[in-house]
């Protein structure tokens, strides 16, 4: 019948869209689970390190790790900005930037400077076309980051914090609040501000240490602000994950009103087209007859 | 029985080992250290190579690790694996590698710009060609 046939091509076309869509939903639901689960996983070693860190605070009153000094004048301060690699994953990455842009507006309006680092293709590729100073990136991180993949990154940020090109750090990540929630945050890396001491301690103690103090704490401090930002990104790939399976279950969802207002549209033309074919068909009976 | 004390082996990544032992050897960078219970606290990088754990059981599990720290506490071991072969000269060319990607990004913005540009230019030049064909038509009715 040569009835709607653009409308039966249209309801084709969106009905494979909607495949697509509902195929992207599964697929970013078991990907969510998977980052979720490496998300808990990755928890365990920052808390040791930190258990570790707040003893020798104890321990060693008299040094006093840069990393944990706070620094009167600041002039320029740092951002580490985690974004995702692709998008069709709602407002994520547009809710981070906006973050950033702010965030960065406010310092300069104090006449402080800012210097980013970008760990995601989103953020690296908006945030350079802004024009913002962009000291090192990392993109193509892939669902599954290793620590590996971020040490040049953030080495590359501690430098700078070591030889007082930035007085500040911070990253910026999502943070997951659930699957419908994600949260951009700005929080402060450097210096550390969460090695408060936890307990009262009932006697003095320290370690040995092999080689020499200063050596082990500045390894142990580095490793702890790594697994910091390594938390960040692989929170933000749950989050990216937790999008865009609500997008694209939205988007399925819309595909099907699509479809079933379409269906309506052409039923109805089809059955015009029936009624119109037999009222010939009658008319033209009646006049022969 | 012997004294046993806690020990707990994690990555960044993930929680590698937990339970109890009765004895751990770790490649510490100034040599190998066996730890029992009740040793003195001690805070060591360690070398990449293998811990091994001797749990009261009489098992031993074999652990490699890449690197990293070890905190012995009297009761509790705790060691912080890495999980990459790290050495000072790694580092600065892993963040080499940052940097560079960062200014490539930056060159190849100019060229996204080109390329906005070229787009441009040729959407004027279909636009203007259209409106000569409507012209040649309207000219023909």
New interface residues.
């Given amino acids: 019948m040569a009835v709607g046939k653009e409308i039966r091509n249209q309801i084709k076309s969106i009905k494979n869209t909607q495949k697509i869509t509902r195929a992207m939903e599964m697929v970013a639901a078991s990907k969510m689970r998977k980052a979720q689960k490496r998300m808990e996983a990755s928890r365990p070693y920052a808390q040791k390190m930190r258990a570790v860190i707040s003893h020798l605070a104890h321990a060693h009153p008299e040094y006093r790790h840069p990393y944990l000094l706070e620094r009167e004048n600041v002039k320029r301060v740092g951002y580490i900005v985690i974004s995702s690699d692709r998008g069709l994953c709602g407002g994520l990455n547009t809710n981070l930037l906006k973050l950033v842009v702010t965030e960065a507006r406010q310092w300069k309006d104090k006449g402080v400077e800012v210097k980013l680092c970008t760990i995601g293709q989103k953020g690296t590729s908006f945030l350079s076309r802004f024009g913002f100073d962009i000291a090192a990136q990392q993109t193509q991180i892939g669902d599954q980051p290793g620590v590996a993949d971020l040490i040049g990154t953030v080495k590359v940020m501690l430098d700078a914090y070591d030889q007082g090109e930035i007085d500040r750090l911070f990253v910026v990540s999502n943070e997951f609040v659930n699957t419908m929630t994600q949260k951009p945050v700005a929080e402060q890396l450097l210096p550390i501000q969460s090695a408060e001491p936890e307990e009262e301690l009932k006697h003095h103690w320290d370690y040995i240490y092999e080689p020499e103090a200063k050596e082990v704490l500045d390894m142990l401090m580095v490793r702890y602000i790594e697994s910091l930002v390594y938390q960040g990104v692989v929170e933000n790939i749950a989050c990216e994950q937790a999008a865009r399976m609500v997008a694209m279950k939205s988007a399925s969802d819309n595909a099907g009103n699509l479809i079933s207002d379409l269906q309506l549209v052409y039923n109805k033309a089809r059955q015009a087209a029936i009624t119109q074919e037999i009222s010939e068909i009658v008319s033209g009976a009646a006049a022969v007859g | 029985m012997a004294m046993t004390f806690h020990v707990?082996i994690?990555?960044?990544?993930?929680?590698i080992y937990s339970g109890k032992a009765e004895m751990l050897f770790a490649p510490?960078?100034?040599g190998e250290v066996g730890v029992l219970a009740h040793h003195?606290?001690?805070?060591?990088?360690l070398k990449p190579g293998e811990v091994r754990v001797k749990t009261p059981e009489g098992e031993e599990h074999f652990i490699y690790v890449s690197g990293?720290?070890l905190?012995?506490q009297p009761h509790v071991v705790?060691v912080?694996a890495?999980?990459?072969i790290?050495a000072a000269d790694l580092?600065?060319?892993?963040?080499?590698?940052?940097?560079e990607?960062?200014e490539k990004?930056?060159a190849e913005?100019k060229a996204?710009i080109d390329y906005a540009l070229a787009e441009a230019e040729l959407a004027e030049a279909i636009a203007q060609l259209q409106a000569i064909q409507r012209l040649k038509q309207a000219r023909r009715h």
């Fill in positions: 707990d994690v990555s960044a990544e993930e929680e510490a960078v100034m003195t606290p001690l805070l060591t990088s990293g720290m905190e012995i705790t912080l890495d999980t990459a790290r580092d600065e060319a892993a963040a080499l590698e940052a940097k990607r960062a990004a930056l913005r996204d």
